[in-house]
């Protein structure tokens, strides 16, 4: 690279740097992997030109109005970590991502922009002994081990770039369930900064009877999950059209919880949160009815894993993560051209 392309290349960045909020770090690799486009970009003599000649290379496309979805599921999120993989790869960008309980994990790296990390963390570190087991539970009031996963691992082991992700100008939401309502609470970007994403991801993560709440503005909170589990409704009150990722196989449905008995006595005070967690079977359904029918009034982009694929969320094989993982990306590739057709 000739010394006046390298001195270009500096004055873009700090440009760039001034002008979006993109990651430049992120920018100027991206940038030198398009070199032969830059050489022909800096022939152009004015800062604007040189400017928006440049951007679409930097961060992809935006798809306007729209967003996505991802539902959660534990482990069964290793789908969706290969479905954000392509799109992180293919540098598509949406408006909004909302994200609840393992949905909202997986959305963090795909917000931050970091290629790789979804898979290091979610599909290689629970085989760690570290990550998860009933010795957690017992001894931290969690299955999964909530200061490794949300702490250990984002700010040593796979650093976090939180600069990133809030610098990204999607909006991001994760869903949570008050215990003292039955009812989900949307926390929005703003707040995900006030009270900090790794409260805000343990809150949606912690399922009933395998975590206890977690305390947000003098409240408790537990999983998205029991309380909407798919926020399709909300999303399209937002937007025109949806990407939603399940992590079921189409025609999937849930049946009536055998553990009535023990939810009944365990939150026998919090009588909102324990007909939440009796109708979640009957919600769920209804939900997914409507997926279905939105889907159909071409509203809803809608990618599920086959049958042949399922885990259980908290499955142990890493071959049976790696497996599901790389089929959520495979089927993303299949269908990324009908999606994008769809979206725009």
């Given at each position: 690279m000739s010394d006046v392309a390298i001195q270009s290349f500096y004055f873009f960045e700090e440009i760039v740097s001034k002008a979006t909020s993109t990651n430049v770090t992120?920018?100027?690799?991206?940038?030198?992997?398009?070199?032969?486009d830059f050489v022909e970009i800096l022939k152009n003599k004015t800062t604007n030109s040189l400017y928006f000649c440049c951007l679409p290379l930097l961060i992809g496309n935006t798809m306007n109005n729209t967003c996505i979805v991802l539902e959660g599921g534990g482990l069964r999120g290793a789908f969706?970590?290969?479905?954000?993989?392509?799109?992180?790869?293919?540098?598509?960008?949406?408006?909004?991502?909302?994200?609840?309980?393992?949905?909202?994990?997986?959305?963090?790296?795909?917000?931050?922009?970091?290629?790789?990390?979804?898979?290091?963390?979610n599909i290689e570190f629970p085989s760690d002994k570290r990550f998860m087991g009933l010795k957690y539970l017992i001894t931290k009031g969690s299955y999964f081990n909530m200061p490794f996963v949300f702490k250990e691992i984002p700010m040593m082991l796979v650093p976090f770039d939180e600069k990133s992700f809030y610098n990204n100008p999607a909006e991001v939401e994760i869903v949570i369930s008050s215990l003292s309502t039955g009812k989900s609470l949307i926390l929005s970007k703003k707040k995900i900064e006030e009270i900090g994403l790794d409260k805000a991801l343990i809150a949606t993560s912690s399922i009933p009877f395998l975590s206890k709440p977690i305390a947000i503005d003098g409240q408790l909170y537990y999983d998205g999950g029991v309380s909407d589990s798919i926020?399709?409704?909300?999303?399209?009150?937002?937007?025109?059209?949806?990407?939603?990722?399940?992590t079921r196989p189409r025609g999937y449905r849930k049946g009536e919880t055998s553990s009535k008995m023990l939810i009944q006595w365990a939150f026998r005070k919090h009588p909102a949160f324990r007909d939440a967690m009796l109708c979640r079977n009957d919600e769920y359904n209804k939900t997914l009815d409507y997926c279905e029918q939105m889907e159909h009034e071409g509203k809803l982009?809608?990618?599920?894993?086959?049958a042949e694929f399922q885990i259980g969320r908290l499955e142990k094989r890493l071959e049976k993560r790696a497996a599901l993982y790389h089929h959520g990306y495979d089927l993303m590739g299949k269908e990324f051209e009908n999606m994008k057709a769809f979206l725009q």
């Open positions: 992120r920018m100027k690799c991206t940038l030198l992997s398009f070199y032969p969706t970590c290969g479905v954000l993989e392509f799109l992180l790869e293919n540098k598509l960008n949406f408006d909004r991502v909302i994200g609840v309980s393992a949905g909202a994990c997986n959305a963090a790296s795909y917000v931050s922009g970091q290629i790789g990390r979804n898979w290091k963390v926020p399709v409704k909300y999303a399209l009150s937002k937007h025109e059209k949806a990407l939603v990722v399940l982009f809608i990618i599920a894993p086959s």
